[in-house]
């Protein structure tokens, strides 16, 4: 019983395509979040949602468009990829986005631009 | 800007060893403090939550410490084992919700 998944956990792909990465839990939580992992090592936010609202969206470019269509997902579409997207991301979801809480992380997708 | 550190980058101790991961940030305003690991390939798991009104948690041999005013957290692991082996994250929360992770310590135990 998998609380955060995403697919797929590896995607390779050439430069210039579009792709999206799908996050789904099944915790019945109203929070979902993108997070990017880069070479560095430092996760950063990309985007929050709220019962399907957006809520937090850093500075990301518009490339990046983030779609929930229901509060149980939080699918992330990329156009265009560049090799600086090349890096890991990860679902996360958190019971109503409160500073009280603990967030729950899917295992990641590792993005691999060339 | 919440800026977030964590000192060692990496650390290897034989099995049964006592060991502390440490955790600084730049702004005491915080919601809350967490400790993650991470393994390859399984993504992050959240360890221990601190709220900004408590002073420490602990689950089974793991003991987080939060002292806002100096803005510091440590993790204190008991009794290390090989399973242990894994990255830490040290996150915090603050009042725009989003997290701010450090770039994390990578634990290994050896046998």
């Known amino acids: 019983d998998t609380a955060v998944s995403q697919t797929p956990k590896y995607l390779v792909t050439q430069m210039g395509n579009d792709k999206s990465i799908k996050c789904e839990q099944n915790l019945g939580h109203d929070t979902m979040y993108w997070y990017k992992q880069d070479s560095k090592k430092f996760l950063k936010i990309m985007f929050s949602y709220n019962n399907k609202e957006l809520i937090i969206n850093e500075t990301v470019p518009n490339r990046f468009s983030p779609k929930s269509p229901d509060k149980a997902h939080l699918n992330l579409h990329i156009n265009s990829l560049e090799l600086g997207d090349s890096a890991v991301y990860f679902c996360?979801?958190?019971?109503f986005g409160q500073g009280e809480e603990k967030l729950f992380f899917g295992s990641g997708t590792q993005l691999s631009v060339l | 800007k919440q800026e977030v550190t964590q000192i060692p980058a990496a650390l290897s101790v034989p099995e049964g060893e006592n060991l502390v991961l440490n955790c600084s940030f730049t702004?005491?305003?915080?919601?809350?403090l967490q400790w993650f690991r991470q393994d390859p390939g399984k993504g992050l798991t959240s360890l221990l939550l601190i709220q900004s009104s408590q002073r420490e948690q602990t689950s089974g041999r793991l003991n987080a410490s939060l002292d806002k005013s100096s803005g510091r957290s440590t993790l204190y692991i008991a009794a290390s084992q090989p399973g242990d082996s894994a990255t830490y994250l040290c996150?915090?929360?603050?009042?725009?919700?989003?997290?701010?992770f450090g770039k994390g310590t990578k634990l290994t135990v050896n046998p």
């Open positions: 996150a915090v929360q603050g009042g725009s919700e989003k997290l701010v």
């Open positions: 702004d005491s305003a915080i919601y809350n």
């Open positions: 996360a979801s958190s019971p």
